[in-house]
Structures are given as structure tokens and as C-alpha cells.
T-cell receptor, first 113, second 114 residues
Framework: QQQVKQSPQSLIVQKGGISIINCAYENTAFDYFPWYQQFPGKGPALLIA?????SEKKEGRFTISFNKSAKQFSLHIMDSQPGDSATYFC????????????FGSGTQLTVLP | NAGVTQTPKFQVLKTGQSMTLQCAQDMNHNSMYWYRQDPGMGLRLIYYSASEGTTDKGEVPNGYNVSRLNKREFSLRLESAAPSQTSVYFCASSETWEVGHTIYFGEGSWLTVV
């Protein structure tokens, strides 16, 4: 049972463009939504995270948009750069008994120079 | 800046063989985790240790055992490897088990079972 659905599976964007990755969740108990970035041959690293009490969080060129009623959240990468080429994972967890992170299936982003 | 270190990096096993993946963190973290990563499936939690002396099953524990040797070290053992266990394994740690604490991942161990 996939509790966090991520799309698209792959994304190609021109340098300077906007990259958008979407995730949808089913468990209404989720209350923490991080995004991880993974380069080839490396482990995932936390990029940015949001709690559901805000609708948007921005850190540099990276923004999370959160829609609690639709149970969706997305990552926007502004002015995408070739160095942003990586696999991005959304995730979700809750502060209740099941505090495990549930990951999406990943999006492979390629930013063309 | 070692962070989370896991060994070996690559391993090929024959079906039925056993092996242990080693993991150590130098950040004085209380919680440690083992994940597996398969194409198109993201990362799935195998086992975790919320604090030294405790271990619990995650989403996909079958076929694995773990040992929290001390606060720094958390090992994953495959007693009788199967081809379905071919995967990339990641050890990770966080300051505590509480939601919101950053989870730091190692660089992964590529395991092939033939």
C-alpha cells in the first residue's frame, strides 16, 4: 500500500526553468512533510520540510506548497540549474505511534544546460 | 565529517549465504535506521532503533535481523539471502525518534544476491 504517491517519475527541464514535483498522501494523520535530494551513488539528504500549519515554505530556490484539504504537496525549484539534477523524494510521517517516514517513489530530475 | 558510515559498499552473495551490513555514526545520535531502496519504490524502512537497547520492525522486516551494538553502531544481518533482497541498503541516524528531526543517511551498500 503506497501511502505517498509521487509524480512525475522523471522530469527534464531547461536551465533557468521551473521544476515542479507533486505528491499526494492518504493518511490524514501525517503532519510532517520533508523532501529529500539524492545524487547518484550517495544517500538521500534533507532538502526542505514543512508542517501542515503553513501553506508554503521557501528556502532559496526551493519552495514547498502544501494543500491540506486536497492532501497534496509539491516541490518547486525555481531557476533550475544543472547541479539540481538528482532524484527527489517526498516523504511524510506523523507524531503519533507510527512515526516512520513513508517515502514517495522518487522523481529523477534532469536539468539541461 | 564522517557522519554515517556503512560497510561494505558492494557485495555479491549467493542464495542462502549470510552476511552482516555494518553501520556507525559519529553524531551522538540516539536513533538509527536501516532502509532499502528499490527502483520505483522509494525507500522502505526495514528496522529501526529509537534508542540504544531497543529495536523495532519497520515496513519490510522479513528476512532481516538487527543489532544495536552500542549508541554508535547498528548492524543489519541477512541470515539466508534471497534474490528478492537484491537492493541498495541505507543506514541512517537522527538525534531522536521525534518527528521533525533530520534523518542523516549513509552512502549506501549495493547488495546483489545471485
Amino acid at each position: 500500500q503506497q501511502q505517498v504517491k509521487q509524480s512525475p517519475q522523471s522530469l527534464i527541464v531547461q536551465k533557468g526553468g521551473i521544476s515542479i514535483i507533486n505528491c499526494a498522501y492518504e493518511n490524514t494523520a501525517f503532519d510532517y512533510f520533508p523532501w529529500y535530494q539524492q545524487f547518484p551513488g550517495k544517500g538521500p539528504a534533507l532538502l526542505i520540510a514543512i508542517r501542515p500549519d503553513v501553506s508554503e515554505k521557501k528556502e532559496g530556490r526551493f519552495t514547498i506548497s502544501f494543500n491540506k484539504s486536497a492532501k497534496q504537496f509539491s516541490l518547486h525549484i525555481m531557476d533550475s540549474q544543472p547541479g539540481d539534477s538528482a532524484t527527489y523524494f517526498c516523504a511524510a510521517s506523523n507524531t503519533g505511534s507510527a512515526r516512520q517516514l513513508t517515502f514517495g517513489s522518487g522523481t529523477q530530475l534532469t536539468v539541461l544546460p | 565529517n564522517a557522519g554515517v558510515t556503512q560497510t561494505p559498499k558492494f557485495q555479491v552473495l549467493k542464495t542462502g549465504q549470510s552476511m552482516t551490513l555494518q553501520c556507525a555514526q559519529d553524531m551522538n545520535h540516539n536513533s538509527m535506521y536501516w532502509y532499502r531502496q528499490d527502483p520505483g519504490m522509494g525507500l522502505r524502512l526495514i528496522y529501526y532503533s529509537a534508542s540504544e537497547g531497543t529495536t523495532d520492525k519497520g515496513e519490510v522486516p522479513n528476512g532481516y535481523n538487527v543489532s544495536r551494538l552500542n549508541k554508535r553502531e547498528f548492524s543489519l544481518r541477512l541470515e539466508s539471502a534471497a534474490p528478492s533482497q537484491t537492493s541498495v541498503y541505507f543506514c541512517a541516524s537522527s538525534e531522536t525518534w521525534e518527528v521533525g528531526h533530520t534523518i542523516y543517511f549513509g552512502e549506501g551498500s549495493w547488495l546483489t544476491v545471485v
